[in-house]
C-alpha cells in the first residue's frame, strides 16, 4: 500500500473523501515524496487552484497523516484538528492546530502568519526560535522556520521545518515536511488537510 493510499484510506473510514482531485492529489503526493530539495516555486506558478493561506485555513479544518523516517520507514499516524481566521484590517492568520499522535502524545500550534507583498508571508508561534518566512506561487506555498518541539517527556528539541503546502482543489490541501536537527535529516511528515464544509 503506498503512502498516500493509506491516508486515503484513513480519511474513508472517518467519513471523508476526496471527491474532486483524487488522481491529481496522488500525481502530487509522488512529486512530494521524491523530496522536497529538488522542487522549486517557479514549477507551480502556473497550477491552479492557486493556494491563499489566508483563504483556506479560514474556517474549521481536519487533517490526516503520517511520520516518515529518513531511512524510509513509516512512524506515527497523526490527526489534526484546525481553526482558522483571518484579520482583514492586519492582514494577519490566526490559525489554531492541534495534533495528536497515535503513542498518545499532543502537540498545540498556535500560528500567526501575517501576509506580506509579492506572495511572501511571515510566520509566528510560541515555539518557534525566530520568525518563519512563507511564499506562495500557484498552487503551492512553502513555510521554513525553526522550532522547538515539545517532547512526551516534556523536554523540547530544535528543529528546522521546510513546509510544502500544495493545493489539490477548494477543500483539499497536502502537506509535505522535510524535518532536520542541525542540518542532518531526521525524517518527514505527510498530511492532508480538508476544510469542514457542512
Known amino acids: 500500500m503506498t503512502l498516500y493510499r493509506h491516508i486515503e484510506l484513513r ?18 503526493a509522488i512529486v ?34 503520517v511520520e516518515n523516517s529518513s531511512f524510509g520507514g513509516i512512524g506515527r499516524r497523526i490527526e489534526v484538528e484546525a481553526t482558522g481566521h483571518f484579520d482583514v484590517a492586519t ?17 498545540h500550534l498556535e500560528w500567526r502568519i501575517h501576509k506580506l507583498d ?10 518557534l526560535l525566530e520568525p518563519g518566512e512563507g511564499e ?10 525553526r522550532r522547538a518541539v515539545p517532547q512526551s517527556d516534556g523536554s ?9 503546502f500544495i493545493q489539490i482543489d477548494d477543500d483539499t490541501v497536502v502537506v509535505q515536511a522535510s524535518i532536520r536537527k542541525l542540518m542532518i535529516p531526521v525524517g518527514s511528515m505527510t498530511v492532508t488537510y480538508r476544510r469542514r464544509t457542512e
Not at 506558478?45 to 479560514?58: S, T, V, Y
Not at 495534533?99 to 502524545?105: A, L, N, T, V
Not at 509579492?118 to 515555539?127: F, L, P
Not at 506562495?136 to 522556520?145: E, I, Q, V
Open 118 to 127: 509579492k506572495g511572501r508571508y511571515q510566520a509566528s508561534e510560541t515555539a
Open 136 to 145: 506562495a506561487a500557484g498552487s503551492a506555498f512553502r513555510l521554513t522556520y
Open 156 to 164: 523540547s528539541t530544535q528543529l528546522s521545518f521546510d513546509d510544502w
Open 11 to 28: 480519511m474513508l473510514r472517518n467519513g471523508n473523501s476526496l471527491v474532486r482531485g483524487s488522481l491529481g492529489a496522488v500525481t502530487i
Open 91 to 107: 492582514q494577519t492568520l490566526r490559525l489554531d492546530e492541534i495534533y495528536r499522535f497515535d503513542d498518545g502524545h499532543v502537540d
Open 32 to 65: 512530494l515524496l521524491t523530496g522536497c530539495a529538488s522542487m522549486n516555486l517557479s514549477d507551480f506558478a502556473d497550477q491552479r487552484p492557486e493556494i491563499l493561506p489566508e483563504k483556506f485555513f479560514a474556517g474549521e479544518l481536519r487533517g490526516w497523516g
